[in-house]
């Protein structure tokens, strides 16, 4: 597969996954820390979007995205885990928080290096 069509379809599985990702939760069905849960949600978002900047810019190699799209969904795995009981616990949101920290230096570590989508 050709670096342009690997990186269109990089893209578009994003796109999806953000898109995803963002929907609401059904009514009747909110929790009772919805704060501690925005904040992770709205925080994955963005990095997410860092992510597809840095695939439209170049800045990002197909390989670099495909690793950072992985811990990106392992991170959206632990905010699911972690509202599904209803509630998120000081615990939980601190470990996500300090998961999406490491994350956020990740997409700038590979945003920065020397390397670049040709």
């Known amino acids: 597969m050709n670096p342009r069509r690997l ?6 599985s994003l796109l999806v ?3 995803l990702f963002a929907q609401a939760p059904a009514p009747g069905t909110q929790t009772t820390t919805p ?7 709205k925080r994955a978002d963005r ?8 695939v439209a810019s170049g800045s990002l ?14 991170v959206d795995r632990h905010i699911a885990k ?11 949101a601190v470990k996500i928080q300090r998961e999406q920290n490491r994350e956020s230096r990740r ?12």
């Not at 190699?61 to 392992?74: G, M, N, S, V």
């Open 17 to 19: 996954g953000a898109s």
């Open 7 to 12: 990186s269109a379809a990089i893209f578009g």
């Open 61 to 74: 190699t197909p390989k670099e995205t495909i690793r950072l799209e992985r811990q990106e969904a392992r």
């Open 107 to 118: 997409i700038h570590r590979q945003k920065t290096d020397a390397q670049t989508r040709k």
């Open 82 to 92: 972690a509202e599904a009981d209803g509630t998120v616990t000081k615990k939980e």
């Open 35 to 41: 704060r501690k849960e925005q904040h992770a949600e």
């Open 47 to 54: 990095q997410q979007k860092r992510i597809a900047q840095g």
